[in-house]
């Protein structure tokens, strides 16, 4: 069974500066996709950003990249020129190739301060 | 763009009672998605329609049930509820390509209250 993990609960940053949010899966299979999500305090779970683990080059959208190390399962985000709007839950979402059910790690927390 | 439309948003229910929660997919999506997502949890995957029939299964109670209708709208129908089953329901959608597997795309949930 696939399994994600977030180790770490809460992060903090200030406005403008960089924060990168840790995520590790397991999986046998080779072909699978990688996510990350925002739920912000609205509840709304909201795309950020997706890797197909077949692809080498690291996904980017705007100030949101990711870097993504197939063989150690490994699927960090970067946010760079961080903004009080950043402030939000963030989840790693791991779907096998079957696409069906997305697996969730249990969140990071970031607050983006002033 | 449109988005999945989920209702009701809000829904109060008293214990034993049942419920129906519905699911607009975002316009030519043919899949969805349902997840519960208790307090300070993550979302868990309920269960999952392609062309209105059952793609997949999570951990959903024998108590609830859902179907997908021929213009692709979901509805979760919950029966006998629990205080437990008071969560965040997210609906989500995505389009099937055949080859690759296309992300899905979250509604805004139906918050659901058991007293």
């Known amino acids: 069974a696939q399994t994600v993990t977030q180790s770490q609960p809460e992060m903090s940053v200030q406005e403008a500066e960089t924060v990168t949010l840790s995520c590790t899966y397991d999986t046998s299979e080779n072909n699978y996709y990688l996510f990350w999500y925002k739920q912000p305090p609205s509840r709304q779970m909201i795309l950020v950003i997706r890797q197909e683990a077949y692809k080498q080059q690291n996904a980017t959208e705007n100030r949101f990249s990711v870097n993504f190390q197939k063989a150690a399962k490994s699927f960090s985000l970067k946010i760079s020129d961080s903004q009080l709007g950043d402030t939000a839950m963030y989840f790693c979402?791991?779907?096998?190739?079957?696409?069906?059910?997305?697996?969730f790690g249990k969140g990071t927390t970031l607050s983006v301060s002033s | 763009a449109a988005g999945v439309i989920q209702s009701p948003r809000h829904l109060i229910k008293e214990k034993r009672e049942t419920a129906t929660l519905k699911c607009y997919p975002i316009?030519?999506?043919?899949?969805v998605y349902w997840y519960q997502q208790g307090p300070g949890q993550d979302p868990q995957f309920l269960i999952s329609f392609y062309e209105k029939m059952q793609s997949d299964k999570g951990s959903i109670p024998d108590r609830f049930s859902a179907q997908q209708f021929s213009d692709y709208h979901s509805e979760l129908n919950m029966s006998s509820l629990e205080l437990g089953d008071s969560a965040l329901y997210f609906c989500a959608s995505s389009l099937y390509t055949g080859l690759n597997t296309d992300t899905q795309y979250f509604g805004p949930g139906t918050r659901l209250t058991v007293l």
């Open positions: 316009p030519r999506h043919d899949t």
């Open positions: 979402a791991f779907l096998n190739q079957a696409g069906t059910a997305l697996i």
